[in-house]
């Protein structure tokens, strides 16, 4: 299993994109402002390193800790289910279109770790 990506939850979407890009050298690589979500993936050249940049109004309690890491799975449903097993709290599986599924289970530190498949 590999890192996936790391998600950062902004009330300053434009300014984390510019800080990104000018610090880190990363470039949007999908941006989803155009059909109504204010979600955006930077990454490097080599698409290894990805940033998920999520806006959400201040003050917002869904921001939590305002980050949450993502690793990538072949099997969203099987692993869930094995995750539930070994006692572990799991979100329902979330599937914004066909191609992706995730859920979510907190830390011992409540960072928030996705489990994607897409």
């Known amino acids: 299993m590999h890192i996936d990506h790391i998600t950062i939850r902004t009330d300053k979407l434009d300014g984390s994109i510019d800080f990104y890009e000018k610090v880190a050298g990363l470039n949007i690589v999908r941006d989803l402002r155009k059909i109504d979500a204010q979600i955006v993936f930077l990454a490097d050249a080599d698409g290894d390193t990805r940033i998920e940049l999520i806006q959400v ?15 990538h799975t072949n099997d969203a449903a099987g692993l869930r289910e094995k995750l539930l097993k070994d006692g572990f709290q799991a979100s329902d599986i979330i599937s914004p279109n066909p191609s992706v599924r995730f859920f979510f289970v907190p830390d011992p530190n409540g960072v928030q770790i996705q489990f994607v498949e897409q």
């Open 57 to 71: 109004p201040a003050g917002n309690g869904y921001c939590g800790s305002g980050i949450s890491i993502g690793f």
